[in-house]
């Protein structure tokens, strides 16, 4: 359970990290259209398929968040990649 959205935002953030790291080590390799594609997928998953809709703002933000932390996996195992390729 999270304290406000700040602390969920840490959180994310803080996965997200993690997450990316992981697929680093795993030799994923980043795809841009992923980047683009997951997170209104995962979204739409999470509010329609879900049903958050059904719990009206609270039930919007954990999907907008859902989706922005996918989001930030794509992204951050882009930098690391990138960082890598700069070595």
């Not at 922005?68 to 996996?73: A, G, N, T, W």
Request: hydrophobic content about 45%; charged content about 25%; aromatic content about 20%.
């Amino acid at each position: 359970m999270y304290r406000d959205i700040s602390h969920q935002l840490k959180t994310v953030d803080s996965f997200s990290q993690m997450s990316a790291e992981q697929w680093h080590k795993k030799s994923k390799r980043f795809n841009p259209f992923l980047l683009f594609v997951r997170p209104p997928i995962r979204f739409f998953e999470m509010y329609l398929w879900k049903l958050g809709f059904l719990d009206g703002m609270a039930g919007f933000i954990i999907a907008a968040s859902s989706a922005y932390y996918v989001f930030l996996k794509y992204a951050k195992l882009w930098e690391i990649q990138k960082q890598e390729a700069c070595r």
